[in-house]
């Protein structure tokens, strides 16, 4: 009610503009920026000590850990986890969920292969580079509008295409395995820069990018803004729709160079099994890295992070003669002890 007749104070003067920051802030409950910074001061803190605390264990108790090998295996495994984890965040910032992601990557990693394959020279490159990318965007748009201009639950809107994308994706390739070996396509993934793999270099200027666009700019403003409180913004003038819908957009975007990047590690594409589980993934390196599922908050530096202690955990309980099947269900208690954080912090 405080936040409604303050609205119209402002909007009864026409002299005074309205600034939807200030009178979000002005609402009860509104977090201010001291706390904000507080809370992710802390939340960083913790993730990094688990982190450290991991890589001080396998220096000590896995044999061969301390090689450049062992460093660049870690790093690129999770490099489709972050890229994908990155869109995940912007999602989960409006109070949503993307269960597509997998299926965005599947339709992405059918596409370009279809692409350089038939279409000779570097005009091939670029197209299966632009083209899939594209395709896998408008899977975005398809869940955004779902969730904007139908009003169904994420959830559920994700889900139409969790079930249906990897089958069009199937349906474009025939069902059928394609293998490739073209070495200016794969330098996304395979091609070093200083020694450093591409893949990753590209992974860390993502999460620079999009960390400064959540922090710096408007639209970063409106995406915390719509996921803590929808109803306020939209009172307060913020176009809540638009912002869910790029949100989906990129997280779709993003999903699809991810795909790009694992077929070009394989070699191949099979529909069948590219981003096979992914969104589950990205959703655990979210929780893991602190943003809060239910919504206002994206610490995409914080997904970086999550994303590293699950792979670092797998390796570690690879090493140790675990099964996989087991680091799932390490995993998931993972996953629910973030949440539990989450809520005592909160």
């Not at 690879?318 to 954080?341: F, R």
């Amino acid at each position: 009610m405080a936040l409604k007749l303050h609205t119209e104070s402002l909007q009864t003067d026409p002299a005074r503009p309205v600034d939807t920051a200030a009178t979000l802030s002005a609402a009860p409950g509104a977090t201010s920026a001291s706390t904000v910074r507080k809370w992710r001061q802390l939340a960083m803190q913790r993730e990094v000590i688990v982190l450290l605390a991991m890589v001080l264990f396998n220096l000590i108790f896995t044999p061969h850990f301390w090689s450049l090998q062992t460093f660049n295996v870690n790093m690129t495994q999770v490099v489709t986890i972050v890229i994908v984890g990155i869109g995940m965040t912007l999602v989960v910032a409006t109070g949503g969920i993307d269960l597509s992601v997998g299926a965005s990557m599947a339709i992405s990693g059918a596409l370009a292969p279809m692409l350089f394959l038939n279409i000779p020279g570097p005009g091939g490159i670029a197209l299966a580079f632009v083209l899939p990318v594209l395709a896998a965007a408008l899977c975005g748009v398809f869940n955004g509008l779902l969730v904007t201009r139908l009003s169904v639950q994420p959830i559920v809107a994700t889900l139409v295409l969790f079930i249906a994308g990897r089958g069009i994706a199937q349906v474009v390739t025939d069902g059928s395995l394609q293998a490739f070996n073209t070495p200016a396509f794969q330098w996304i993934a395979l091609g070093k820069i200083a020694g450093v793999p591409f893949q990753v270099l590209l992974m860390l200027a993502l999460v620079v990018l999009f960390a400064w666009v959540v922090r710096k700019t408007l639209f970063g403003q409106y995406l915390l803004i719509t996921g803590g409180n929808e109803k306020a913004a939209y009172l307060c003038g913020v176009p809540t729709a638009t912002v869910k819908l790029i949100a989906y957009t990129l997280c779709a975007a993003l999903a699809g160079l991810a795909g790009l990047i694992s077929i070009s590690v394989n070699s191949s594409s099979d529909a069948n099994v590219v981003g096979l589980g992914v969104e589950l993934d990205a959703i655990a390196a979210v929780a893991v890295g602190g943003t809060a599922l239910t919504g206002g908050k994206a610490y995409i530096g914080g997904t970086l992070i999550g994303a590293l202690i699950i792979q670092l955990l797998r390796y570690t309980l690879l090493a140790h003669g675990i099964p996989d099947a087991a680091a799932l269900v390490v995993k998931a208690g993972i996953i629910v002890a973030a949440v539990y954080v989450q809520r005592r912090s909160r």
